[in-house]
């Protein structure tokens, strides 16, 4: 464990681990996470062609540093228990918004909602559309898809909190976010900083906190240390750890 920023009243608390055995806290006002997508690719990407006038025919390439190529029910199962454990970390009037996209297997969409609404006790609030500005997969046979998801969860009993107003000035406002996609920091698939802020800025009250259980190279805690909100993440990849620690550390 790590704590970053020398911010009297402000926590920014990094976890070296899996988020099942480094988070036990019950406290979340947020947890904002994106978890690895299963995408099962079993060989390198194939980029560059956008640079001489044609298509990045595959936009992501084998992944090795943890197994993303589950059995798609199993990863499905593991995700509805991701979700029931993120439900018992947020408090009574917490959120849960869970990144996710719309992935293709075998000529057919794979939805997140398939395994959402398998999830116990969590009501689906808001869906968002993450408009990405560009993709890389080109593919001839369907509509590139340039878009991900945040879906915004909550407890049945809790009181939904959001307050989109003039006067909260929140910095999106819609339920379609246009933010560009992060640039490469030695990540695989980095948040960018300006999704985390807006994120934040709307489902976590001031001085509230945020966790992170896949905290990937930290930018879900760069933009807690941004806007004054505490945060708990874990990472279970030394190098991804590695990383935030870095970028943080530059940052407090």
Not at 86 to 96: F, L
Request: glycine share 8%.
């Amino acid at each position: 464990m790590v704590t970053l920023t020398d911010r009297p009243t402000q926590t920014i608390d990094l976890r070296h681990g899996d988020f099942q055995s480094a988070i036990t806290e019950t406290n979340a006002d947020l947890i904002l996470t994106s978890p690895p997508y299963n995408i099962g690719s079993s060989s390198e990407a194939k980029t560059g062609g956008r640079r001489v006038g044609q298509y990045d025919s595959k936009s992501y390439r084998s992944i090795r540093e943890y197994a993303d190529n589950m059995p798609e029910a199993d990863y499905q199962r593991s995700q509805v228990e991701f979700l029931e454990w993120a439900r018992d970390r947020i408090k009574k009037n917490g959120v849960i918004v869970y990144n996710h996209k719309l992935r293709r297997k075998n000529g057919s969409i794979l939805h997140p909602m398939s395994w959402i609404a398998q999830a116990q006790g969590l009501v689906l609030v808001e869906e968002i559309i993450w408009d990405r500005g560009s993709t890389h997969n080109h593919c001839p046979q369907m509509m590139w898809q340039q878009t991900e998801r945040l879906f915004v969860l909550r407890k049945p009993e809790g009181k939904y909190r959001l307050r989109n107003t003039k006067s909260t000035a929140l910095p999106q406002t819609s339920d379609v976010w246009r933010v560009n996609k992060a640039p490469v920091n030695g990540h695989n698939a980095p948040f960018p900083l300006e999704l985390a802020e807006a994120a934040v800025k709307a489902w976590c009250p001031n001085g509230g906190t945020v966790i992170d259980p896949y905290s990937g190279s930290g930018t879900t805690a760069l933009a807690c240390m941004n806007v004054g909100r505490q945060f708990i993440g874990a990472e279970r990849l030394k190098k991804y750890f590695n990383l935030s620690l870095k970028r943080l550390g530059g940052a407090a």
